[in-house]
């Protein structure tokens, strides 16, 4: 059996209906983007709970040396794959909340939508950055507290409505395990008590209830629309996703 969450990155980049698609092809394209333009020859990269390993060819391609850990040996059958065909990729089963992965050692280090799933913010954030060198860079995306989506899949999965959403999109809806979910001020405030400088950040993925689900590839056009219009307002809370690129200081 796949893990719950590598089950779910299968299915919600390949999804039928077109805004569950583009909210995560959103998230994805910025990550590929923002891998491109770090990148450096030479360079020491980690990704931190790699799900299905969607970052992991293009980490590969730009890194001297990546390392790819998760706490749960299971996450990690796609990257020991990947691993068995390059030496310079090692996989480790690794707790972040406590992690053997060596100190001021990483240029690079991706943690996508992991955060959420961890009880200790403050925790995390620190054992990471010492994880990077001095001037290393971690880019980070998690949901917002108060976006759309986050408040309709409270909805979504109470007993008895589950079970029509599933039957609207006539494909796998599994359960986020959001449990530690985030504001855009409350993550900042983290970051700059772990000794963390934004360096760029960029809000993505507006989901409008029962729109979305009914009006096809015309939902889409509206929503990245109203997006486009939200990002740097006081109403970007409403996006699904925060995006970060992060800096080490000394």
Not at 59 to 84: G, M
Request: hydrophobic share 40%.
């Amino acid at each position: 059996m796949k893990p719950v969450q590598a089950e779910l990155q299968e299915v919600i980049y390949n999804s039928r209906n077109p805004t569950r698609r583009w909210l995560h092809t959103t998230r994805k394209n910025w990550i590929d983007n923002a891998i491109e333009r770090l990148s450096f020859e030479g360079m020491t990269a980690c990704e931190i709970g790699p799900g299905s390993c969607i970052y992991l060819p293009k980490l590969a391609k730009k890194a001297a040396r990546l390392y790819v850990a998760d706490v749960e040996s299971q996450h990690l059958a796609v990257a020991r794959s990947y691993s068995d065909t390059s030496n310079k990729i090692t996989v480790l089963e690794d707790d972040i909340s406590a992690s053997k992965l060596p100190e001021n050692y990483f240029d690079l280090i991706l943690f996508s939508e992991v955060i959420e799933h961890i009880p200790d913010t403050a925790l995390v954030l620190n054992n990471i950055v010492s994880r990077l060198k001095v001037g290393g860079v971690l880019i980070l995306s998690t949901p917002q507290k108060y976006s759309f989506m986050e408040l309709a899949c409270k909805i979504a999965f109470m007993p008895g409505v589950i079970g029509l959403v599933r039957k609207i999109y006539k494909e796998p809806i599994l359960e986020t395990g959001h449990i530690n979910l985030q504001t855009g001020r409350e993550m900042r405030k983290h970051f700059s008590d772990a000794g963390l400088s934004v360096v760029e950040a960029y809000k993505c993925g507006l989901y409008i209830p029962l729109f979305s689900e009914f009006f096809g590839e015309f939902s889409v056009k509206v929503q990245r629309y109203i997006e486009s219009k939200l990002r740097y307002t006081a109403l970007n809370h409403i996006l699904w996703t925060q995006c970060y690129i992060l800096k080490r200081q000394g």
